[in-house]
């Protein structure tokens, strides 16, 4: 865990280094083989109930709250993995899954009637993770499967051979990937959902010109938990981007721990003019569930200004980071450079 002070000292975090060894490539094994599945695959029926997308163009959302049954008769064979059993043809049913939230998930399969195969797709379609058996009756369970923030997946629930019929899937959160958590005397931030179109009124500071620099206070030693993300608008793909104001302790010299759960970016600076060029006292890269300590210096009770922003404009939805605030006693007292701000506004 990464921790860096900001404002005079920075705390370098370790480096890992991975280092790859080169071999030799060798024959690909053969594929491995169940016994054959017997019969073809039931014929598509258009006239079936669609309860999940017959592919990808038009997969269906599937909550990670309660159990989704269906059936895979009636579909198309649209798509195929060796996971490790090549050659299916049966028919397979298609569901979205999206996090505001990077996550673990486990998707199982328990309860379905056939010899299930599943396999789930990122959002370039590119294989996350797949299985054939996992319980001694031949259905299918992934387990804490890594999914990033803000991205759409895609689960296939397909077919051994040409089975198909009945399928149960739950789909159950393994965990976040990092601590952020709230207790009820933090302050949550009461932004509005990031919603196509989104006027950012709420704690937008300098960035918010049009709607009058709003500012969120953090106060005394109340823990923050807020929001962050991305929205489109006038077709333009903006990111949210938090401005909070906070006054420094008695003896000048205060602890903010951010962690976020999407890659970010904080800036310090003192109060200035938000219709003026702005200039920042530190700027911090944060990593995914990499707690950073921003050791800020100055005046007893003197004002900072703290904002927090996504580090690229890729995403969507939103994302989840907490701001821990607690006083620190000595902290040396050093000037950094200064220079524009120009990226806090696009």
Request: with cysteine; proline share 8%.
């Amino acid at each position: 865990m990464g921790r860096h002070r900001l404002a005079l000292v920075v705390l370098l975090g370790s480096v890992l280094a991975t280092v790859a060894v080169a071999q030799a490539p060798g024959p690909s094994p053969p594929p491995i083989r169940k016994p054959a599945g017997s019969g073809a695959p039931p014929p598509p029926d258009p006239a079936v109930i669609r309860q999940g997308g017959d592919t990808i163009a038009d997969a269906v959302d599937l909550p990670f709250v309660y159990p989704v049954t269906g059936t895979t008769v009636g579909y198309t064979n649209d798509y195929d993995e060796v996971c490790p059993y090549p050659d299916s043809v049966a028919p397979d049913v298609v569901y979205r899954l999206f996090s505001t939230w990077g996550t673990n998930l486990d998707i199982d399969m328990f309860g379905s009637t056939y010899d299930t195969k599943i396999y789930l797709y990122d959002q370039d379609l590119e294989l996350v993770a797949c299985n054939d058996d996992f319980y001694p009756d031949y259905v299918s369970r992934l387990e804490a499967v890594p999914i990033h923030p803000g991205q759409d997946y895609f689960l296939v629930i397909d077919g051994y051979g040409a089975e198909a019929g009945d399928y149960v899937v739950t789909v159950e959160t393994a965990g976040h990937w990092c601590e952020v958590f709230w207790e009820p005397w933090w302050q949550f931030e009461e932004e509005p959902p990031l919603a196509d179109g989104y006027v950012d009124a709420f704690n937008s500071g300098c960035s918010g010109d049009d709607v009058g620099y709003p500012f969120t206070v953090l106060g005394g030693a109340t823990d923050f938990y807020g929001l962050s993300g991305w929205y489109d608008r006038d077709g333009e793909h903006l990111r949210d981007t938090d401005w909070f104001s906070h006054h420094l302790g008695p003896d000048g010299t205060r602890v903010l721990t951010v962690e976020v759960e999407y890659d970010s970016v904080v800036w310090l600076l003192w109060p200035q003019d938000c219709g003026g060029e702005l200039e920042w006292l530190e700027r911090v890269e944060l990593a995914w569930c990499d707690p950073v300590d921003l050791v800020v210096s100055g005046d007893p009770g003197q004002e900072v200004w703290v904002v927090i922003a996504p580090a690229d404009w890729f995403g969507a939805g939103e994302y989840a980071y907490t701001i821990g605030l607690e006083p620190h006693d000595t902290v040396a007292s050093e000037r950094h450079s200064w220079s524009a701000v120009k990226e806090l506004f696009r």
